[in-house]
């Protein structure tokens, strides 16, 4: 199955409506969000999916009960909390936004999953370590790099490659 990934959209509408279109253009069965939507706003435009999205709260999420409040309105869109663990394809996946540097960086070196999946830097980034595939999407706003991205990872063959919108 493919996955998409995305992190960091920051309240920009117009990328993440082309965030949007290149997911479901690219027939993506589940959608992860690593956070920081910011204001509630954008969850509209998120339920455009055609696949289910799971998500967790970022550091610049501030509204919680309302980012909820409007996810609950659409049967596709998931906030699980600071943290989510997710099974997919057959994969373990550990999904956090990252902000707490000592809690990523033991989930880097100790963590048990197959995929880790965290955003907050901004910076696009697939790497491995041992045998589990850290993720970072980017940011889709492009706010800080002028390079929006969203990542797709294909379950079968335990690869991920990113996508610039
Ligand atoms: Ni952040």
Known sequence: MLIGILSDT????PMVKSAVEQLNENTIDLVLHAGDYVAPFVIPVLAGLDAPLIGVFGNND?????????CAEYDNLQIR????????GGLSIGLLHGQEQDLLRALMERGTFDVLVHGHS???????????????????????????????LDTDDREATLVQL
Do not use: S
């Not at 920051?10 to 509408?13: I, S, T, V």
């Open 10 to 13: 920051h309240d920009c509408l």
């Open 62 to 70: 501030g509204d919680h009960a309302l980012l909820l409040a409007r």
């Open 81 to 88: 909390g600071t943290f989510a663990g997710v099974t997919a």
């Open 122 to 152: 901004h910076k696009a980034e697939i790497t491995r370590r041992g045998a589990m595939l850290v993720i970072n999407p980017g940011e889709v706003c492009g706010y800080l790099t002028g390079r929006p991205t969203v990542a797709v």
